[in-house]
Each structure stands twice: as structure tokens, then as C-alpha cells.
């Protein structure tokens, strides 16, 4: 049977992996030929994902057998199964089964895996498409050098809500940023394409919604219209979809009372019919089991049941295929070409990715340890953590600080931290403390060899033990300036991370105002995975720069831009919240029929009477160690019509006296429509670096195919009418120009 598939393979060795849109048809003839060997139970354990015997990133079931199920074919793919040797043993014992077919190897590389990157949402702060695409090149290069074939990323949950703990690990609020960076990721881990050794498939994850989850509480329900699912939630995963993502991973959520798992509208009808989809679907932990609990299916056999006819190929360990996906072919209730349909699919992709071929393509210690401690990876990495970060706030200049300090303390519970740095989702190894600079090292190198540091941990992250806050007052007593880092713990934000309070945690804000009392320049830098609420620290702290979790060159990345060696150029990609009451706030929402003009317009109006109408940061703020100007909005002409193009520019100027970076933000509003509009939406940026005193002219083209929108009736359209366009520094900028959209 073996010489078969063998042969199989053999007619396709030269060909290679297609686009969504057409197939390739000696791979189509030998995985037919493959599946017409198999038999049933030989099919269903190719739908059936285990995970390893070592780790775990949910609750696990254990079946006391897993090996011999290997052994005998019934297990078609294992997560948390890394490194060459441990892959190569089960690949192994996977090809003493009577078909020999190779096993897929999948793991959550969600921001890098031996060089760990910046957070997801804080890589989105760089706005830097490019820097994004290198950092999941260099995840890919690394994983697949462990054995790795297929990490579940990215995630392209589009979500408002900041208590959401898994905001970290996506593109922020914007749909429009956020399928940019869904293309810049998928491209990143699938490099050269399917087959190439430095490559892994991506997963377009979580289809679809879950980031809308009701009160940011995760797994929670979600209830939308299908226009807004449209218009906001499903455009990343088409640009997934577009760019010839190998799988993608269905969502925990219902929505609109339907299971993702279990939606045939979702999985068979949009993507694998309308977009023309030819991977494959794979369950989330458990999520075909747990439409019991969702009330969706009475037992596991129908679970399986609704799974299957719905389009979901791979059960990620609920066990339910297994057990009771044989007994439902044989009663009539799931057809067999919709078995065949998903072993088609993932048998599809272990041919595209060579392992019919050579089972061991991807276990080679060699090539392991040549990608362990790549130092070209680590520049990659300390780049983008660099471009990451976000200078909320500068008075009077503090920053950038001069290595001639005379003497600087640093306070608080981060200070000589080195595994937070790496974040939720990321992986701890052994030497990570040698490996790994604390903010303490990288400062200290830094500094000129006269200077002093002064250290004091002041508060821990959470707690209400006020007992190192003398110590703290008295350190950055002595210093010409003070360098302050708070924030939340690196696990208080990822996947059931979902936080009611916001606020800085324990008394690091009591050491914000304990510190700043003391009128010495102060920098606070703020560690998070989300946004967080700081109201006192953003209006009385000199200097505030908003740090994320940037990886394993967190530390050095912290300190070049600490010292002007980098100049900060990162954005928001999501609204900052004054308050939990504020949310969900962003800002490209719909105006109502009484809107707040300002925080002085509240009577009768759709604002809270005691809060304002303002986010504290907006979405696409940051700022820079110079000043850029804008000029008015001018246009090529007043009119636009379908198949001309629509001119707008502006000149910039840098006014200050060194060179920067300025990400230059274009948002249009539809004045009227069909349906309403949002009061703005981002369409288009550049990032240009100008140096002092520079000007330069930037030009944005816009044709009626970027005023499109989903009717009521869901059809894709533009209208004629009048517009408003807006090019500056972030979503409240509001330097506008006016056109007609004719007919």
C-alpha cells in the first residue's frame, strides 16, 4: 500500500502549491488515489488532532492510548508537539500505520519561538506591514526548524473591547489595518510557499466574531447584524483567504445563536463556497464538544454530527470524531463525501507541504540549531519592539534622555524583570535569563561609565503593600532623573485574561504619585497587553512611553529609544478608554440622530453626563522626539466619478531638530447613505521618515471602489453623494477636504 502513495507523490514532486483559486491537479490525482485506499475509520482518524503527551493549552481528555492510536492511523495531526527529536519520534510511530500517512505537527507560534517578538497588538503599533511579515518569516524559519509544519496564527479577531484579554494577541479595532496585517502575517509564516523548509501553513483564527464577545468576558455569546459581520468582523479573514492561507480555526462564540463550530453559513456556504476556500477547518480546543454546553447539540454524537455537515474538518481534541463520527456514516447522518471533502482537504496540505514525499523534511538537527540563536533573527527582533512602542506624552522634553546623566533611578516592579518581557503566548527556555537584557542592563550600558543608577522596586505588580515606597521616594531623591515602569503582569492579558478593571493593578499608581510629587523628571514606562486605564499618570507624568510586551529584545529596544537612538514612531491601534463605562469605544463608530458635538453638548445628547465624549488616547495617536506639520487637504478636483481617480495630498514638514518617522493617516466619511456611515474611516497610510526641517509632498488616490459598503441587503456597493476626507497624524485630526461622489 505504501509503494502507492509513494508513487502518488511522486507524479507531483515538481508541483507546486496553488492560490485559493485553483488547484493543482497532480496533487488532486494523488491525494484521490491515497483516499481511495482508506478506509473509513483510516478517514476519520486523518479529521482527528491529538494533543502531545508533554503540554497542553487547554483542558485535556485523555484516552490512556495515544501511541497505539498513532501506530494504527487514527490520529491525523498533534499539537504541543516540538523539537526535531520529539517530532521525528512520533512521525516514526505514525508511519507503522497500514497507510503510512505522515502526521501534521501544529503549535500556537503566536509572536515567535525561540526569538520572541512583540505582543501581535503591539506589532500593530508599528503600523510597519513589512516589519510584521519579517517577524513571522523569522517565527516561521525558527518553528518549522523544530519540527513545526502548521502554527495556529494569526489572529485576526477584529475587537472594541480592551477587557477582552485576548486583544493582545490581535490587529486592534480597524478592519481596514487589521486585513493589511492579516495579509502581512500570513505571507510571514508561509513564505516562499507550502513545501519550502523555512515555511509553516498559517490558521486564520478565530471564524468568526469571537472578538465581539458581549462585555469582553471570553467564550462569551455574540450577537450581530449580518451587515456588521460583513462590513467589520469578516474582511481580515477574506484578505487571509486572498493571500492562500493553508487552514483556518472556528471561533468558541455562537453567533446569532448558531456555534461557530456548527455554522454551515460560516464554513460551508462563505468560505469554502462563496471564497472559494481549499484548505482546511480546524475546531478550537474542544469547541465541537462544547456545543453541549452551549445547548446548541444534546450529546457528542450530535455534536459531531452538526461539526461535520457544517464544514468543520479537524476535531482539535474534543474526541467527538473519533467516537462517533463512524456510527454516524453508517445511520445516514453524515454523508460520506463530507468525510471525504475533509480528508481531501488536510491531505491536500501534507502533500503541499512535502511530507508524502520525506516524512522527515522538517526534522533536521542541523538546520534546528543553525535557526536556535540566529543573531540576524535577534536584529529583526529589537527593530520592530523599537518601532512598537508609543510616546504617549513629553513635556517639556524629557525625552530622549543623555547617556552624560549623572545619575538616573529606576523604580518599580519591572525594573530587572527578563521572562516578562517575552508576554502571554510565548515560550519560557531554560536560558532566558542570560539571554535576555532586563531595562536595569540595557540602561546600564547605555550610561557613560561616570554616571550613577539608583534601583529601588518601590511596589510588586498587584498587592496593596506600600512598604518599598520609601525606599523608592529615596532613590529617585538622589537621581537627576527618574525612569518609573509599571504595569500589568505578563499572563493578566491572553486568552481568559478578560479583566472588568482596567486600572493599573495593586498600588503602582499610588507610586506614580508618590514619585512624581517629587517634581524630578519622570519617565514612566507602562507594560501591558492591552490598554489600560492610567488617568492620573497620563495628566500629571512628565513623560509617557507605552511599552507593550516587545520579546526577547524588549529590554535593549526599551533602552535605545529611552536614549534617542530610536526615535519613537509607533501608533495606537486601538482608543484608549478614560473609564470601563467608556466601553466599547472607537472610533469609527455611527453617529446618532442626537450626537455630542463636545463635553459641553450632553443635554438630550447620546453622551454619559458624567464622563467625557473623548477616548483618553485616540485610535492612531503617538508622538515623536520632533513636531510634524500638516498643510491643508488640497484636491486634484472637487468631483469624483466611477473609473476617475481623486487626488488628495498635503505636504509635511518636520519642524523639529532631529528626524522622525510620521505614519500619515487618510479616513473618508460617507455623509449620507443608503444605510449610515461611520464618522470615519481609515482608507490609507504612509509612513515617511523626514529629516529636520524637511518638507515633503504625500499624495493619497482614491477611486469610488474605496467608498464601497454593505446595504441592506448585503450587496458590496458605493453611492454617489458627499464626502469628507481627512489626512493627519491620527483619527481626530481633523484637517478635511470636501468632494461629490457623482453618479
Not at 495556529?152 to 481596514?176: H, N, Q
Not at 450632553?602 to 515623536?624: E, Q, V
Amino acid at each position: 500500500m505504501s509503494r502507492i502513495i509513494s508513487f502518488a507523490w511522486l507524479l507531483l514532486c515538481a508541483a507546486p502549491a496553488t492560490a485559493q483559486t485553483g488547484l493543482n491537479k497532480k496533487t488532486e490525482r494523488a491525494v484521490d488515489s491515497v483516499l481511495r485506499l482508506m478506509t473509513l475509520d483510516e478517514k476519520i482518524g486523518q479529521m482527528n488532532q491529538y494533543n502531545g503527551p508533554w503540554s497542553a493549552t487547554g483542558p485535556l481528555t485523555n484516552d490512556g492510548n495515544l501511541l497505539d492510536q498513532v501506530k494504527s492511523g487514527k490520529v491525523g495531526s498533534m499539537l504541543n508537539v516540538t523539537g526535531v527529536k520529539r517530532t521525528r519520534e512520533l512521525q516514526e510511530l505514525a508511519l507503522q500505520s497500514r497507510l503510512k500517512i505522515p502526521l501534521l505537527f501544529g503549535q500556537d507560534v503566536i509572536h515567535g519561538y525561540r526569538t520572541i517578538f512583540p505582543l501581535p497588538l503591539a506589532e500593530a503599533a508599528s503600523w510597519d506591514l513589512a516589519a510584521m511579515e519579517a517577524s513571522a518569516r523569522v517565527a516561521a524559519k525558527e518553528a518549522s526548524a523544530a519540527g513545526i509544519h502548521w502554527t495556529f496564527a494569526p489572529m485576526l479577531d477584529i475587537s472594541r473591547d480592551p477587557r477582552w484579554g485576548r486583544v493582545m494577541e490581535g490587529a486592534g479595532e480597524d478592519t481596514y489595518l487589521g486585513s493589511l496585517i492579516a495579509t502581512a502575517r500570513v505571507k510571514g509564516f508561509q513564505g516562499k510557499g507550502f513545501g519550502d523548509t523555512s515555511a509553516v501553513m498559517a490558521c486564520a483564527k478565530h471564524f468568526v466574531a469571537y472578538g465581539a464577545a458581549e462585555g469582553g468576558r471570553d467564550y462569551n455569546t455574540v450577537d450581530m447584524s449580518m451587515r456588521r459581520l460583513h462590513e467589520v468582523y469578516l474582511p481580515p479573514f477574506k484578505a487571509a483567504a486572498d493571500a492562500g492561507v493553508a487552514t483556518f480555526m472556528n471561533s468558541f462564540n455562537d453567533l446569532n445563536g448558531i456555534p461557530a463550530t456548527g455554522s454551515k453559513y460560516l464554513q460551508r456556504d462563505l468560505l469554502k463556497g462563496a471564497w472559494k476556500f481549499n484548505g482546511f477547518m480546524v475546531s478550537d480546543w474542544g469547541s465541537i464538544g462544547e456545543m453541549i454546553n452551549h445547548g446548541y447539540a444534546k450529546d457528542n454524537r450530535e455534536a459531531a454530527m452538526l461539526a461535520a455537515n457544517a464544514g468543520s474538518d479537524m476535531d482539535m481534541e474534543s474526541r467527538s470524531y473519533t467516537k462517533e463520527l463512524a456510527t454516524l456514516v453508517k445511520e445516514g447522518k453524515v454523508k460520506m463525501s463530507v468525510i471525504d471533502d475533509a480528508v481531501r482537504r488536510i491531505l491536500r496540505k501534507k502533500m503541499e507541504m512535502g511530507l508524502f514525499a520525506n516524512p522527515y523534511k522538517y526534522a533536521d538537527l542541523k538546520r534546528e540549531q543553525d535557526n536556535w540563536d540566529n543573531p540576524e533573527h535577534r536584529k529583526i527582533a529589537r527593530d520592530i519592539a523599537q518601532k512598537s512602542m508609543v510616546l504617549l506624552k513629553n513635556e517639556g522634553s524629557v525625552l530622549p534622555l543623555s547617556t552624560k546623566t549623572s545619575s538616573i533611578a529606576l523604580i518599580g516592579p519591572f525594573v530587572k524583570a527578563k521572562s516578562d518581557h517575552l508576554g502571554f503566548w510565548s515560550y519560557d527556555w531554560p536560558d532566558d535569563t542570560a539571554r535576555i537584557s532586563s531595562i536595569w542592563e540595557a540602561v546600564s550600558r547605555k550610561m557613560g561609565g561616570d554616571s550613577k543608577l539608583l534601583y529601588a522596586k518601590g511596589a510588586a505588580i498587584t498587592g496593596d503593600d506600600r512598604s518599598g515606597f520609601a525606599e523608592a521616594i529615596e532613590k529617585a531623591g538622589k537621581a537627576e532623573i527618574v525612569i518609573l515602569t509599571v504595569g500589568e503582569a505578563r499572563d493578566m492579558s491572553g486568552e481568559a485574561k478578560s479583566r472588568s478593571s482596567l486600572q493599573l493593578p495593586g498600588v503602582q499608581e499610588e507610586l506614580v504619585k508618590a514619585i512624581v510629587a517629587l517634581g524630578k523628571p519622570t519617565v514612566v514606562l507602562i507594560s501591558a497587553g492591552r490598554p489600560l486605564i492610567f488617568n492620573w499618570t497620563a495628566d500629571h507624568a512628565p513623560a509617557i512611553l507605552y511599552t507593550w510586551w516587545l520579546g526577547t529584545e524588549g529590554g535593549n529596544a526599551i533602552a535605545d529609544v529611552l536614549f534617542g537612538d530610536y526615535n519613537p514612531s509607533g501608533r495606537l491601534p486601538m482608543s484608549f478608554p478614560r473609564a470601563e463605562g467608556q466601553i466599547p469605544i472607537y472610533y469609527n463608530h455611527y453617529n446618532t440622530g442626537r450626537p455630542a458635538m463636545h463635553d459641553s453638548d450632553k443635554f438630550y445628547r447620546s453622551a454619559y453626563t458624567d464622563l467625557s465624549i473623548y477616548p483618553k488616547y485616540p485610535f492612531g495617536y503617538g508622538l515623536s522626539y520632533t513636531q510634524f506639520e500638516y498643510s491643508p487637504v488640497s484636491l486634484s478636483a472637487a468631483t469624483l466619478r466611477k473609473g476617475q481617480t481623486l487626488r488628495a495630498s498635503v505636504t509635511l514638514t518636520n519642524k523639529g531638530k532631529v528626524a522622525g518617522k510620521e505614519t500619515v493617516q487618510l479616513y473618508i466619511r460617507d455623509l449620507s447613505g443608503s444605510v449610515v456611515r461611520p464618522v470615519k474611516e481609515l482608507k490609507g497610510f504612509q509612513q515617511l521618515t523626514l529629516a529636520a526641517g524637511e518638507s515633503r509632498k504625500i499624495s493619497f488616490d482614491i477611486t469610488v471602489e474605496d467608498l464601497r459598503f454593505y446595504n441592506e441587503q448585503l450587496q458590496y456597493i458605493w453611492e454617489p453623494g458627499a464626502f469628507k476626507l481627512y489626512i493627519g497624524k491620527d483619527a481626530a485630526h481633523n484637517n478635511e477636504a470636501a468632494f461629490e461622489v457623482l453618479q
